[in-house]
């Protein structure tokens, strides 16, 4: 296991964290939330990004600069790993080998995101669901932790209500998956936190209450590490 730099919490200063294909920020809200001082990064313009952001390619952003956080979160496009892409047919790139190629080098504590697709690429993955924070939607995601950062596997609820189909209005009683060309934008932020996105921010975020409990179990567990108390 990669032992990490010295976790570098200096008094008056919150840590500073890379979000990296940072879309919309549902992961940088959750992380702001835990205490972070948030940077996200995307190859595209993401105007509804709510905290400072850079326009530039993710692998080669974090190669030249990931050294200068002290946590750095990637969820890398899951259109490569999802089933709606493959329904249709289109391709994309499988960036999560080269990510991770990417974060170890930066000799910093990291976790990579992405979907139920891509868990046999992914290293002993944590997958956390919205009923782990009381959240009235599934939406499993899947977090490999890395850098000497560790992450235990939450206890799963079982789900009692049943799911719409996918991309499907949602009938009373039901989740909705919020995916694709889905209607209810704002019932979707309404139940996964994020009342500033769009659709296509929606489709692919991850909701805030998992990275901030990402965010506060890698603040106890650097602060560890390097004997300074969270």
């Known amino acids: 296991m990669t032992v990490p730099a010295a976790f570098r919490r200096v008094h008056g200063r919150r840590p ?4 990296l294909y940072c879309c919309q920020g549902g992961g940088a809200k959750g992380y ?3 205490g972070y001082d948030v940077t996200g990064v995307d190859k595209d313009p993401q105007p509804r990004y709510p905290y400072a952001f850079i326009q530039a390619d993710a692998i080669a952003y974090v190669l030249a600069h990931g050294a200068e956080f002290d946590f ?3 969820s890398p496009p899951c259109q490569f790993d999802s089933d ?3 329904i249709q047919g289109n391709t994309h790139p499988d960036l999560i080998a080269p990510t991770r ?4 080098l930066t000799g910093r504590p990291w976790v990579m995101e992405n979907v139920g697709g891509a868990v046999p690429k992914l290293n002993d993955p944590v997958m956390l669901c919205g009923r782990m924070f009381t959240l009235d939607n599934y939406r499993h995601r899947f977090f490999e932790p890395g850098g000497g ?3 235990e596997q939450p206890g799963h609820p079982e789900h009692l209500a049943p799911q719409a189909k996918m991309g499907r209005p949602v009938p009373p009683g039901h989740y909705g998956q919020f995916v694709g060309n889905f ?3 704002q019932a979707a932020r309404d139940v996964l936190g994020v009342p500033w996105m769009n659709r296509d921010g929606i489709r692919e ?6 990275a901030e409990h990402i965010g506060r179990a890698a603040l106890a567990c650097l602060a560890t590490v390097s004997g300074v108390a969270a």
Do not use: K, M
Request: glycine share 4%; proline share 7%; aromatic share 6%.
């Open 16 to 19: 500073r964290l890379l979000d």
């Open 32 to 34: 702001n939330d835990a």
């Open 72 to 74: 750095i979160h990637a």
């Open 84 to 86: 709606c892409q493959r």
């Open 101 to 104: 190629i990417a974060l170890e």
């Open 149 to 151: 950062f560790t992450l």
């Open 183 to 185: 209607s209810g934008v």
């Open 205 to 210: 975020c991850i909701p805030p209450a998992y």
